[in-house]
């Protein structure tokens, strides 16, 4: 039995920890500094729990000793001392974060490790980017790649049409940092909230944005392959102009701490939402302009005693799929591993990989 460290024990910290017990392959611990927020995680009665301060030299160190891997769920910010803890104690490495700084610093730390270090293991960055690179691969020849993704509420009730499904300072990070895109075949970075397109899908219009951290590192891998390669947030129309007026002309991109107040003061949770994951290639095969399309919607459901999100089961069942495949030996033991360096058909065949397969509406085209 592998014994896991999850550090964080909010609604996707608790998701993975309840997942993974449920197998009876893991042995969990959960890991938060607030004791109230263990106390309400919804975990099962297997999984450990411990009160930990992991900003304490040393602590968290000695937590992950003897350990097979520690999963972070942790705010974006905690990212790197998760790493370096981890790299420290010879153990696997793996995260959600959507950031990119806080990416380059896991790459690095993976070049010396003796561990296998896997970032942005969740839905966006994560499974957008394995989808992504499989329809990729059928093409001689990329033209465009286009990457959509939204956590969003099957009935929106304010002037924002959102509800809070996942990390707040997630959210507001990724509407405030810069964003890589591909661009006539240069790699350039894009303000966020900017370049604003509609589309409908099962007769339904969404609009959908640049947002930062969502293409992970696939800009890298395509570069000097693709002419386009962009990633946008998928939201209901309405939403990106109210969030330009809160960041941009109230100037609360320099005062996150007030605007998360405000979100989670003003924006009531819930569990009733749908992911939506909307991908498209184009590219050559044997001379002829071709596209392929993947389009997904996953709604929240029922994961052993707890009605879970759609948000929290696609990102959790992310990084316990590529958990499994690094404990089954699908994965290097060693290293940096990329999300597209994982293959599609083995994350679906996955046992976590399934919850996205459920409702996999593949369009596969003949060769």
């Known amino acids: 039995m592998n ?3 999850i550090v964080g024990a ?3 910290g608790s998701t993975i920890a309840e997942m993974l017990a449920e197998t009876g392959d893991y042995h969990v611990t959960l890991v938060d500094r607030s004791a109230a927020q263990l106390t309400a995680s919804e975990v099962p009665g297997g999984v450990d729990t411990l009160e930990l301060d992991i900003a304490a030299p040393g602590a968290l160190e000695a937590a992950l000793a003897g350990r097979f891997a520690v999963l972070s769920a942790a705010p974006f910010h ?3 001392r998760i790493a370096e803890a981890a790299a420290s104690a010879g153990v696997h490495y793996l995260d959600l974060t959507e950031d990119v700084v806080s990416t380059r610093r896991v790459k690095e730390l993976a070049r010396s490790a003796k561990s296998t270090f896997i970032p942005q293991c969740g839905l966006a960055p994560g499974f957008i980017s394995i989808v992504a690179n499989d329809l990729a691969s059928r093409f001689d020849s990329l033209e465009s790649v286009r990457m959509r993704v939204g956590a969003l509420p ?3 009730s304010n002037a924002l049409n959102y509800n809070l499904t996942w990390s707040t300072d997630g959210v507001i990070n990724e509407y405030c940092e810069p964003c890589e895109a591909i661009v006539e075949g240069e790699l350039v970075e894009v303000p966020p909230l900017e370049e604003r397109e509609e589309f409908s899908l099962d007769g339904v219009t969404y609009e959908a944005f640049n947002t930062s951290g969502g293409l992970g590192t696939l800009a890298e891998t395509l570069k000097g392959k693709v002419r386009t390669l962009n ?5 209901y129309p309405g939403h990106a102009a109210i969030m330009k007026a809160l960041l941009n002309d109230l100037g609360l991109r320099h005062r996150r701490d007030v605007l998360k107040d405000i979100f989670e003061s003003a924006l009531p949770a819930t569990l009733q939402d749908v992911v939506i994951v909307f991908v498209t290639v184009s590219g050559r095969r044997q001379g002829r302009l071709l596209q392929e399309t993947y389009a997904n919607k996953i709604y929240s459901r029922r994961v052993g005693q707890t009605v879970r999100s759609a948000i929290q089961i696609t990102t959790a069942s992310g990084i316990c799929a590529v958990l499994d495949m690094l404990a089954d030996g699908s ?3 060693t290293g940096f591993v990329k999300q597209e360096e994982i293959a599609l058909d083995a994350f679906l065949a996955n046992r976590f990989g399934r919850a996205y397969a459920q409702h996999d509406m593949v369009s596969r085209l003949a060769g």
Not at 231 to 235: E, G, K, L, M, V
């Open 231 to 235: 990633y946008r947030t998928i939201r």
């Open 78 to 80: 905690l990212t790197t």
């Open 154 to 156: 099957q009935y929106p």
């Open 331 to 333: 994965l290097p033991g």
């Open 10 to 12: 909010g609604k996707i």
């Open 3 to 5: 014994k896991i460290v």
